[in-house]
């Protein structure tokens, strides 16, 4: 009599135990990712004896109502259930995702009393799609270099540019230069969240005025907008030749100053001297317009 009570006593106990592992097999929280349209696998491991027991995958507080599949009916709409008895794990594939798959769910092992639950949680990324940015430029600039960068910093652009015409695809960005109409295309395949953003269409020129376009790019699940803002042209001089220029004018017109002290002092030489010194204040002012224009370009676009 004795004898029995113990092993009732130990059963129970290997009992409790088993759950107890149980439970600690199913307290970490299951993180997955997907992508829209794509199918993902969510795999739930359980304790050993309950190979036999039912398995479901469920949302919310996990009614009846909430429950997506159980391995008594194997498939359900979008959803497919597999259990490996061999290595006890069950294994749920949800198809076609969207963005409302995202979130919570739990898996579940059905029990006498209270079933077990592993937490899952389930992130639908947009991955796929292409979009087109086409950029227009002038009849002169057919035979110029076309490239396309991101950003906003039309003065470093040609060096980060992601696609030229002299190299015109790549895994991701496709050029295509249509010279009829005076316009070219850049393709964006593979399209991802991490897309958005700033773009500068440039079209390179020898005399150093780059033209630019730019465009927003804004993806947003399967929705893709483009937003074209209004052509910039940009006159890219380095800060080193506006230095050169700022020399040049100080030497001109020290030169100039010291040529009219040599004037005045021949008396006869005061006409010509007042007509070259009309003349040196309207290239003062010329320069000094160039000056304040291009400082004024170079701190509205770089700054």
């Known amino acids: 009599m004795i004898y029995l009570i113990i092993t009732v006593y130990v059963m129970k106990l290997k009992k409790n135990i088993k759950d107890t592992a149980a439970n600690m097999l199913t307290a970490a929280v299951i ?50 259930i597999y259990d490996d008895k061999k290595r006890r794990v069950f294994t749920t594939t949800l198809s076609d995702l969207s963005s409302v798959d995202a979130g919570k769910y739990w898996c579940g092992v059905t029990r006498t009393g209270k079933d077990t639950y592993t937490e899952v949680r389930l992130e639908v990324d947009y991955e796929g799609g292409s979009v087109s940015i086409s950029c227009s430029y002038e009849s002169e600039d057919q035979h110029n270099l076309k490239y396309i960068c991101r950003g906003k910093q039309p003065s470093t652009c040609l060096q980060q540019a992601l696609i030229t015409s002299d190299n015109t695809h790549n895994a991701q960005f496709r050029l295509t ?11 964006i395949t593979s399209l991802t969240q991490e897309d958005s953003g700033s773009y500068l269409c440039g079209v390179h020129r020898n005399t150093g005025l780059d033209v630019f376009s730019a465009a927003e790019l804004e993806v947003k699940g399967q929705a893709v907008q483009i937003t074209a803002r209004v ?31 040599m004037f005045d002092i021949q008396i006869h030489a005061l006409n010509s001297l007042h007509s070259q010194a009309n003349t040196h204040i309207y290239i003062y002012i010329y320069i000094y317009i160039y000056i304040y224009i291009y400082i004024y370009i170079y701190i509205y676009i770089y700054i």
């Open 231 to 261: 052509r910039l042209r940009v006159f890219i001089v380095p800060a080193v030749l506006l230095l050169i220029l700022i020399f040049a004018l100080v030497m001109y017109k020290y030169k100039c100053y010291k040529v009219q002290g």
């Open 177 to 187: 230069d249509d010279k009829e109409s005076r316009k070219f295309t850049v393709n």
């Open 31 to 80: 993180h997955v990712s997907g992508y829209e349209g794509r199918d993902v696998n969510v795999s739930c491991s359980y304790g050993e004896g309950y190979e036999s027991y039912e398995k479901y995958l469920c949302r919310n507080d996990c009614g009846n109502s909430d429950v997506l599949v159980k391995t008594t009916e194997a498939k359900k709409n979008k959803y497919s």
